[in-house]
């Protein structure tokens, strides 16, 4: 997908070390919609372990992870994770709360029983048109 | 040095004419007078010297000690300093008063020194960046929400997602105990000069300012989650320079 424009919201030109740092990125996307990702290094990963005194990185958002925080680098990377349709990046800037979440996990079941369904019919397992959003997994 | 080699010399004289005295042979005397000199030398040449472990002019008694630990110095033991710097006798459980061999710690390589010390200088700069270049940095803050009418609204929302809520709650904790690194740490917002923001792990973003009227206080001005930041830095930028 298209994106129109990118804006660091954080000012990029402050950045003391470009190998060690992390900021939050705005992208426009063609749809005109609007997805934030945190963009960041892999020292700077290894920082916020050492700031959390912890031997892994807290649970949270996914980081977009980038060799070095330079305003190039980061539109490249952007510009990558908004291929195919900007699955990745709509993955990376996602609000995933646990109901949204229990709710994918259930479509992904009713719409793998769907296919065994269809196939042991022998029918045709083109399921695009197929509304798979409606279901109650207790009735599978 | 000098001194010694002329009594040996004359030693090793006096034995030759002594021999060649007796036997009338050159030769032997020669040999005699040798072998004399040698077992006479071996005598005056002190045992530490023969094995080669320290020359001949360090005295026996050290000048210095390497264990200053009965002294009052910043390495001492009652030294009040609880650093984790390299090379510090006292640091090992092993080295206690009366103990004749001190336990020194494990070394540190120059190149880890040197990398804890950019670490830290690297603390010190960020914590400088944080609190402007006329704000004192203190341990604690007083914080109070001053969120205008329309950001209370978009926080009121996103405080309905209870993971949001709960890290903008401990983002709001740990403001007030000056840990701006905390999170994915706290960065100066693009496009102002006085805003900066605090980010969770997960969605939260806590939006703050130094007070003006008082040093000390840090105002709360905005509360986002990521779908929702650009919406609250757009009305931030408005309201704030």
């Given amino acids: ?140 | 040095m000098k001194k010694f080699s002329l009594i040996g010399i004359l030693t090793f004289l006096i034995l030759f004419v002594h021999f060649y005295r007796t036997f009338r042979k050159f030769r032997p005397s020669i040999i005699a007078a040798a072998v004399g000199i040698t077992v006479y030398s071996s005598i005056l040449t002190p045992a530490s010297a023969r094995t080669g472990e320290v020359d001949g002019f360090t005295p026996k008694t050290p000048l210095h000690r390497n264990n200053p630990k009965s002294d009052r110095s910043v390495f001492g033991p009652k030294s009040n300093s609880d650093g984790s710097g390299p090379g510090k006798p006292g640091d090992e459980p092993d080295d206690q008063p009366g103990n004749e061999i001190p336990n020194y710690p494990k070394t540190e390589s120059v190149k880890k020194t040197e990398e804890r010390v950019d670490s830290i200088k690297e603390h010190l700069g960020r914590m400088n960046e944080l609190t402007d270049s006329d704000e004192e940095a203190y341990n604690e803050y007083k914080v109070y929400s001053k969120i205008s009418s329309t950001l209370s609204k978009v926080s009121y929302k996103i405080r309905k997602d209870e993971q949001t809520s709960k890290s903008l709650d401990k983002l709001t904790e740990e403001l007030k105990d000056g840990q701006f690194h905390s999170g994915r740490g706290a960065k100066k917002l693009a496009g102002t000069k006085t805003v900066y923001y605090m980010r969770a792990g997960n969605q939260g973003r806590l939006f703050f300012r130094y007070s003006e009227e008082e040093k000390g206080a840090i105002e709360i001005i905005g509360e986002s989650n990521k779908p929702k930041e650009q919406e609250v830095i757009d009305n931030l930028k408005q309201n704030y320079k």
Avoid: C, W
């Fill in chain 1, 1 to 140: 997908m298209k994106v129109e424009s990118i804006n660091f919201l954080s000012p990029i030109e402050d950045i003391d070390d470009i190998f060690d740092d992390n900021m939050d990125v705005s992208v426009n996307l063609e749809n005109g919609l609007n997805y934030v990702v945190i963009v960041g290094t892999p020292k700077n990963l290894l920082r916020l372990m050492e700031n959390e005194k912890s031997n892994f990185l807290s649970p949270g958002d996914p980081i977009v992870v980038v060799k070095k925080m330079t305003k190039e680098v980061v539109e490249e990377a952007i510009q990558a994770y908004a291929d195919d349709d900007a699955h990745y990046l709509k993955f990376y800037a996602a609000e995933l709360d646990i109901k949204t979440l229990n709710v994918l996990k259930d479509r992904y079941i009713a719409r793998d029983k769907f296919l065994d369904d269809l196939l042991e019919k022998g029918e045709s397992i083109n399921i695009e048109n197929y509304a798979l959003i409606d279901f109650n997994i207790h009735n599978l």
